[in-house]
């Protein structure tokens, strides 16, 4: 399952995979700049629903007691 997001992200242009030819086999993903565009939105996202739980938690209680 990870094999196969990693190369879907990779034909995504989300990531680059470099194989070493060592022995046991070695390869090594980092980010391309898209990559690093997208996750630096995936943290913000995260950000904002970290700070915001207090209000989202508020409106579940408010919801689940009518």
């Known amino acids: 399952m990870l094999a196969q997001t990693l190369q879907r992200l990779e034909s995504d242009g ?17 980010l391309t700049p898209l990559g690093k565009q997208a996750a630096d939105q995936v943290k913000a996202l995260a950000d904002w629903i970290e ?5 989202i938690n508020a409106a579940r209680e408010r919801r689940c007691t009518e």
């Open 14 to 30: 989300f990531v680059d995979r470099v194989a070493k030819q060592t022995v046991p086999p070695h390869v090594e993903y980092s």
């Open 51 to 55: 700070t915001s739980m207090p209000e």
